[in-house]
Structures are given as structure tokens and as C-alpha cells.
């Protein structure tokens, strides 16, 4: 019988030792890059014990999503149209989902071409590095 020893303590080992013959594992980059590629697709909600959840990914696409869109709809009502009760119903909605103000005010001032995504994404990334 063999001594192990944990923790301090010696202890006998009861059972024999046996002796398996060894498996040659195989990787292959392919199957992993493509299973890894369909989990990534579509694991967008997470569920823990019957709730819900987004996955960081997919929770910063959409909060990103939805701040550039308020910051388009916040500058269609103050700048275009001088809807003063839209215009405050959207600050109310900034307020409720907890965005930071300075971002949307960002937004719409340093943003050239509202429509176009691409100005949205470079003045929001201003934004963040001046932070």
C-alpha cells in the first residue's frame, strides 16, 4: 500500500493502482471556431432560474442603439421642429433608463450628419475618450 500525504496527514491508499492506457486527443480549429461561432450567434439572453438576462454583447448593442437613436429623435424635436413637450418627454425617457446626459448633449452637438451612423459612432467615441 501506498502513503499519501494531505494536508499533514499521512493516510494508506486502499485502492490499487491501475494503469489505463493513455488517449491521443485531437484538435481540430475548424469544428471549435465553428461551434464557437454558433454560440456566439445565438446566445443573445441568457436565462438563469426562469429569468431573463442580455449578455454583455448584445446589452451594449442595444443600450448603444437606443442612446443614438434618442440623441437623432432629441435633436429632430429641439433643432427642427422647437417641440418643446417631445423634447421633454425624451429628457424624461434619458433620465428613466439612467444615460448620461453629457453623452446625448455630446451627441447632438458634436455630431456633423445626425443620419449618418458613422458621425453618431465618432462622436460618441470622442465622448469617451475625453472621459
Known amino acids: 500500500m501506498e502513503k499519501l500525504l494531505y494536508r499533514g496527514n499521512q493516510y494508506n491508499q486502499h485502492k490499487k493502482i491501475v494503469f489505463k492506457k493513455s488517449v491521443q486527443l485531437k484538435y481540430r480549429q475548424s469544428i471549435y471556431t465553428q461551434r464557437r461561432q454558433l454560440i456566439s450567434q445565438t446566445q ?15 446589452y451594449a448593442t442595444k443600450t448603444t442603439s437606443k442612446v443614438y437613436s434618442l440623441a437623432k429623435d432629441l435633436i429632430n424635436a429641439q433643432f427642427n421642429l422647437g417641440n ?3 423634447s421633454r418627454k425624451l429628457w424624461d425617457e434619458v433620465a428613466a ?7 446625448i448633449i455630446n451627441l447632438m452637438y458634436r455630431c456633423y450628419l445626425y443620419e449618418d451612423d458613422k458621425s453618431i459612432l465618432e462622436a460618441d467615441l470622442d465622448y469617451f475618450s475625453k472621459e
Not at 44 to 58: F, V
Open 84 to 86: 418643446d413637450e417631445l
Open 97 to 103: 433608463l439612467k444615460i448620461d446626459p453629457n453623452r
Open 44 to 58: 443573445h439572453s441568457l436565462m438563469y432560474r426562469g429569468n431573463k438576462y442580455l449578455s454583455k454583447e448584445s
